[in-house]
């Protein structure tokens, strides 16, 4: 398990960059004060604090709340990606990559992070598409 962990924070590091690492939360100012926009602050302000204290399932609901609420996403889904890592939620991750990958399809290392969670997630489906000639077959 802490092999994942490392794996797992390494590709982390990779995908979001080390420069987000700062980077807040909270959606840039002059987005207007409607009652929608407050919520969603409030929402990832939430997430914010529950990644700090380790809560990383606590953060990924925040910040899927956050998007509910039409927060931006090409910002919120490595967030959400990354929380949903660090939570375990593996197959909940591949599907958020995935939709980040429908809105960046240019974005570095999104296919590589997909593959390091299909290996994490049935390491041998992948080593079997591995051997030459089985065609990924059992």
């Known amino acids: 398990m802490r092999t994942r962990t490392v794996i797992a924070n390494m590709v982390l590091v990779l995908f979001l960059g080390c420069g987000r690492a700062g980077t807040p939360l909270a959606s840039p100012a002059g987005e207007g004060n409607d009652a929608r926009s407050a919520a969603r602050l409030e929402w990832q302000a939430a997430a914010r604090i529950a990644a700090e204290r380790g809560d990383h399932l606590g953060a990924s609901r925040y910040l899927e709340a956050a998007l509910a609420a039409g927060g931006d996403e090409l910002h919120l889904l490595p967030l959400l990606a990354a929380a949903q890592i660090r939570a375990g939620r593996l197959r909940a991750a591949r599907s958020t990559i995935a939709c980040l990958e429908e809105l960046d ?18 390491p041998a489906a992948v080593a079997a598409a591995a051997v030459p000639g089985t065609g990924g077959a059992r």
Not at 107 to 119: A, F, M, Y
Request: hydrophobic share 35%; charged share 35%; glycine share 6%.
């Open 105 to 122: 399809p240019d974005r570095p290392g999104l296919r590589d992070l997909n593959s390091l969670i299909d290996s994490l997630i049935d």
